[in-house]
C-alpha cells in the first residue's frame, strides 16, 4: 500500500513501564500487534467520549488483514536433528 492510502500518523508515548507490560501481553494473548492493540483501546475510548462519531468504524488493517501470530518467529522442533524410533546403540 502507498503511503498516500495509510493515514496514520506515527506518535511517540512516555508510558508507565507496567502499562507496557501489561499491554504487550495482552496484545501477544491477542494475537494482535501491540500498536493495533492500543490503537483498538484508544479508538473505543474516543469514540466513547464523544470525541469520534458514534457510527465510527476504525481504519483496516494496513497489511491486508489481522494475521494470527504476524511477526512472530515459529518455534522449530530440532529439524538439523530428525527423531527416529529406531535406536543406533549396542
Not at 489481522?66 to 529406531?86: H, M, V, Y
Amino acid at each position: 500500500m502507498l503511503a498516500i492510502e495509510m493515514p496514520r500518523k506515527d506518535t511517540k508515548l512516555r508510558l508507565d513501564e507496567r502499562i507496557l507490560s501489561a499491554l504487550r501481553e495482552k496484545a501477544d494473548e491477542s494475537g494482535m500487534s501491540f500498536n493495533a492493540l492500543c490503537e483498538t483501546i484508544l479508538f473505543s475510548y474516543a469514540k466513547s467520549v464523544g470525541k469520534l462519531p458514534p457510527d465510527a468504524e476504525p481504519l483496516p488493517e494496513a497489511r491486508g488483514g489481522a494475521r494470527p501470530n504476524a511477526g512472530k518467529r515459529k518455534k522449530s522442533e530440532d529439524a538439523d536433528f530428525p527423531t527416529d524410533d529406531r535406536s543406533d546403540t549396542v
